[in-house]
């Protein structure tokens, strides 16, 4: 009898994705699909494409917007892809930069249950699902990533980056924190507890560069990421 409740027992979802568990064999099709459509898409870019985090937050008027139209803009000018992840705030910034600049603006969106609706700035829209078929496109496609200020997302996507470069399971490439103020008290923590503590090398520390200009961004882009 208590094995026949036990049988009874339904599994509660643990995950949003998990809302058609009886489809989870069938969920691999559609994962494999946005692997396909993306690398079919993005192979099709022929120039060196730099990647642009940034908060989907940050509102038109906050100076970050200005600067990360104009950093967008430069390297657009100087013949790089612009790609980010297709949102608003400081992803629609780099588009609209890209984009108005005359350059090739990708915008990798994601789907939501909130906050990330597409920016009409991208002229190279792609959409996806998951966030790890997404990340895969960012990470295989970009030569080089410029974080602005941003959320968990942007965290997330700098420290997977990093941990990537780290364990040399990608080549290194150049990976830009724009905004010294916002991020120091990040960079500090990263030196007085995770290096003091033993938990990363010295070397780690280089992994990064922290710049606040646009046209510094821009020059450093260009020594490091030739076209």
Known sequence: MEFRERRRIKREPKYVL??????????MFRIMSEFVDGFDAMSAVDL????????????????????????????????????????????????????????????????L???????????????????????VMFMKYSMGF?????????????????????????KPFPIVLVGSDFWAGLVDWIRDTLLAEGNINKE?????KVLDDADEVVNFIRKTVVV
């Open 146 to 170: 410029i974080c602005m200020p941003g959320g968990f997302g942007s965290l997330d996507e700098l420290f997977e980056s990093m941990t990537l470069i780290q364990t040399q399971r990608i």
């Open 204 to 208: 780690d520390m280089l992994l990064f």
């Open 113 to 135: 249950p909130h906050e990330q609706t597409p920016n009409p700035y991208s002229n190279f829209p792609l959409h996806f699902k998951y966030f790890f078929v997404r990340k």
């Open 48 to 111: 060196p494409a730099v990647t642009i985090y940034g908060s989907a937050r940050t509102p038109k008027e906050h100076p970050y917007y200005a600067l990360t139209e104009k950093i967008a803009a430069g390297l657009a000018e100087a013949g790089y892809a612009i790609v980010t992840g297709g949102g608003p705030g400081l992803m629609e910034a780099a588009n609209k930069g890209a984009t108005e600049a005359g350059g090739i603006s990708i915008g990798l969106n994601i789907s």
């Open 18 to 27: 998990d809302n058609t568990v009886v489809g989870d064999s069938w969920r």
